[in-house]
């Protein structure tokens, strides 16, 4: 089946910088939108950040001007580059992704396990 793999989460200092990684793998016809959320402790989870097919982006209101989402179709991954970073930016974040995986199907959800990210003040 489908399996998305996300990598480059860590404990970093308020104002520091990450960039999450996120891999899909196995039956893929075709990625269409790619999205990062994130569910701190006691909160629901948020989209932070979304990307389309042509390249289109939206934000969260807290992280714009600070995350940036971007993907590489020839990889098959999508990236959030995260600067300035806030304590509050604290939790876990997880890689969402619809891909088509046959030609008779118009797409299914993906999630990843998660990567945690921690900023201290």
């Known amino acids: 089946q489908v399996q998305l793999v996300e990598s480059g989460g860590g404990l970093v200092q308020s104002g520091g910088s990450l960039r999450l990684s996120c891999a899909a793998s196995?039956?893929?016809?075709?990625?269409?939108?790619l999205g990062w959320y994130r569910q701190a402790p006691g909160k629901q989870r948020e989209l932070v950040a979304h990307?389309?097919?042509?390249?289109?982006?939206n934000y969260a209101d807290s992280v714009k001007g600070r995350f940036t989402i971007s993907r590489d179709n020839a990889k098959n991954t999508v990236y959030l580059q995260m600067n300035s970073l806030k304590p509050e930016d604290t939790a876990i974040f997880y890689c969402?992704?619809?891909?088509?995986?046959?030609?008779?199907?118009?797409?299914?959800?993906?999630w990843g396990k998660g990567t945690g990210v921690t900023v201290s003040s």
């Open positions: 969402n992704a619809r891909i088509v995986s046959s030609p008779w199907d118009s797409g299914k959800d993906y």
């Open positions: 196995g039956r893929i016809v075709r990625i269409n939108t």
């Open positions: 990307i389309g097919t042509g390249g289109d982006t």
